[in-house]
């Protein structure tokens, strides 16, 4: 299988938000220390050291609504930065074979085993290879034209990821 595509700077933003949104730990420790933080300051004001439950409640909803409007307000400010979709890197030619993916652009040819990648996860809009968190291959879905050479390009990729693994080669 080959193919070619030129990564934009919305294709990285888009890998940003995606990457950003999967890593849950960041999200998981964040969240809970706004729901200590919270719990704290109405125990603390709280005069009878008896917790209203219905007030708690209403303060932890209020506390994580807060916190994900703000990273939501973040990423979309990060996101700014990406606006532009003009071409980030040059042109690369991708072709698939039973033991790499060869990627070739304008300065040279590289050659990835599939034992180099851990797994493959498919975003709105592009597909990522990754090799280690947050190292990933980007391969926008627009590269592939359909819907079809999409779920054909997934399958492959799985199955030889899947086969090194098997093998005990995956890293």
Same mark, same amino acid.
């Given at each position: ?6 990564l934009t700077?919305k ?12 890593n ?6 964040l969240g809970a220390?706004?729901?200590i ?7 603390s004001?709280?005069s009878?050291?008896k917790l209203?439950?219905?007030v708690?409640?209403?303060c932890?909803?209020?506390? %994580?609504l807060?916190?994900?409007?703000? *990273?939501?307000l973040q990423?979309?400010k990060y996101?700014?930065? /990406?606006? +532009? !979709?003009?071409p980030? %890197? ?5 072709? *698939?074979t039973?033991q790499?993916?060869?990627c070739?652009?304008e /300065?040279? +040819? !590289? ?5 180099s990648?851990?797994?493959?996860e498919?975003?709105?809009h592009a ?6 968190s947050p190292l ?8 592939f034209g359909?819907e079809a050479r999409v779920?054909?390009f997934?399958?492959?990729?799985n ?13």
């Open positions: 299988m080959k193919f070619e595509y030129q700077r294709d990285l933003g888009d890998y940003n938000a995606y990457y950003y949104w999967k849950k730990s960041v999200s998981t420790i220390v706004v729901m933080v919270v719990v704290l300051l109405l125990i004001n709280n009878h050291r209203n439950v219905p708690a409640a209403f932890i909803a209020l506390g %994580l807060f916190y994900f409007l703000l *990273l939501r990423l979309k996101g700014e930065n /990406f606006k +532009e !979709t003009g980030m %890197l040059s042109k690369k030619e991708v072709e *698939l039973e790499y993916c060869i070739t652009d /300065f040279g +040819e !590289t050659k990835i085993k599939w034992r990648f851990s797994k493959l498919s975003g709105k597909i990522y290879l990754f090799m280690e990933a291959l980007i391969i926008p879905k627009s590269a359909s779920t054909e997934v399958n492959y990729a199955e030889r990821i899947k086969a090194n693994a098997d093998m005990g080669l995956s890293s």
